[in-house]
């Protein structure tokens, strides 16, 4: 099982200190607090992508092909790669380059994004954004897998002989995961490919999120690519963590109910009680995240944690990853005690090369 933090970049002030960092200021923060995840012995770095003020990672790429650099060891993902307004050609060749340069660090979660002004600004309408994920994908899995492809749909223009380049790391596309709050279409997706389900469950009860991972699985299944419990799963937890609880929730509250993502709404006691929101000593994080099995429905493979954003500063950020370092450990533990064994480990590189038939894998040379 994978471990790691994910952000989805906003710029957002302090309401104790009053300081909004700059763009320049996030940007490098975020690189850091990925160095930082390899030291403490995460498994996997992911940021969004977001067009719109007040997010900065507009460029996914260029921001991982930094920290590849300065990493050895991390896996570089994302937590949003915008399949409805990202041309699959250009993501195709994208991910591929930064495979290569990241030696095989690298996968990817696809998602539609949900920001209607968004859309026009890369000629697309909101309004197709299912259709838009289900072709464009379909064109994006073929061109990871064909060397030449000929394809027509109704959202781009016509390739004829098209190949992507570079072709992907020894002939082994980048793995995805397709992510959905509530669109069983996008879990129906991802079954259909034999590919992973990650539910961003920050902000919906347990019983949804149960609802739409248990389609998945049973639509895995239902394709065969194998047993319902040995589908690919990811989830999410927005995490902040101190010694004790007291002066967990006391230091959380103030951004929490300054943030325009949750402020105004449920307080800070029920959406812990309802969501995947972890505020506490480690000893109840750790408690906590081991009861997600049951929003996973079993066993599953990636567990990602937002611990930055809405204003939390840096180096408190910083804190939070360093307390990441010593529960996750524990977590590893836990979960692997009586995890069964037909259930598949995190996808990786190196297990995708195994699994794969010997024909299908190359060389820089050629076929192996």
Do not use: C
Not at 37 to 49: K, Q, R, T
Not at 110 to 127: A, E, H, Q, S
Not at 315 to 327: M, P, Y
Request: glycine share 8%; hydrophobic share 40%.
């Amino acid at each position: 099982m994978h471990f790691g933090i994910f952000s989805v970049g906003d710029v957002a002030g302090d309401p104790s200190s009053g300081h909004t960092p700059t763009e320049h200021e996030r940007l490098k923060a975020l690189a850091e607090y990925a160095k930082l995840a390899e030291d403490v012995g995460l498994d996997v770095f992911a940021i969004g992508e977001h067009h719109n003020r007040p997010f900065v990672p507009s460029s996914p790429t260029t921001l991982l092909s930094y920290i590849a650099a300065r990493t050895e060891k991390i896996l570089l993902s994302t937590s949003t790669t915008l399949i409805t307004t990202n041309d699959p050609v250009k993501i195709a060749e994208d991910y591929a380059m930064l495979q290569h340069l990241a030696d095989g660090r690298v996968d990817l979660m696809m998602g539609r994004g949900n920001t209607g002004p968004v859309y026009p600004w890369f000629g697309k309408d909101i309004r197709d954004g299912i259709a838009l994920a289900v072709e464009n994908y379909a064109l994006l899995h073929r061109l990871w897998r064909e060397d030449v492809v000929d394809w027509e749909g109704r959202f781009r223009t016509p390739l004829q002989g098209f190949t992507s380049t570079p072709r992907p790391l020894d002939g082994i596309p980048p793995f995805v995961w397709h992510a959905s709050i509530r669109s069983p279409e996008i879990a129906e997706q991802a079954a259909y490919y034999g590919d992973g389900f990650f539910h961003n469950n920050l902000f919906w009860p347990k019983e949804h999120v149960r609802q739409l991972v248990d389609l998945y699985r049973s639509r895995f299944e239902h394709y065969g690519h194998g047993r319902a419990d040995q589908a690919v799963v990811g989830l999410a937890a927005h995490l902040f963590v101190r010694k004790n609880s007291q002066d967990a929730i006391r230091e959380f509250r103030p951004y929490f109910e300054a943030s325009s993502t949750y402020g105004n709404g449920p307080s800070l006691e029920d959406t812990m009680a309802r969501t995947a929101m972890v505020v506490g000593s480690p000893q109840e994080v750790i408690e906590r995240v081991l009861a997600y099995r049951e929003h996973a429905g079993g066993d599953y493979q990636r567990q990602l944690f937002n611990v930055d954003g809405i204003g939390v500063p840096r180096k408190t950020v910083l804190e939070q990853i360093e307390f990441l370092g010593e529960i996750v450990p524990v977590l590893r533990k836990e979960f692997a005690a009586g995890r069964l064994p037909h259930v598949p480990d995190a996808p990786t590189h190196a297990s995708l090369i195994a699994a794969a038939p010997e024909d299908s894998v190359r060389t820089q040379e050629g076929s192996r």
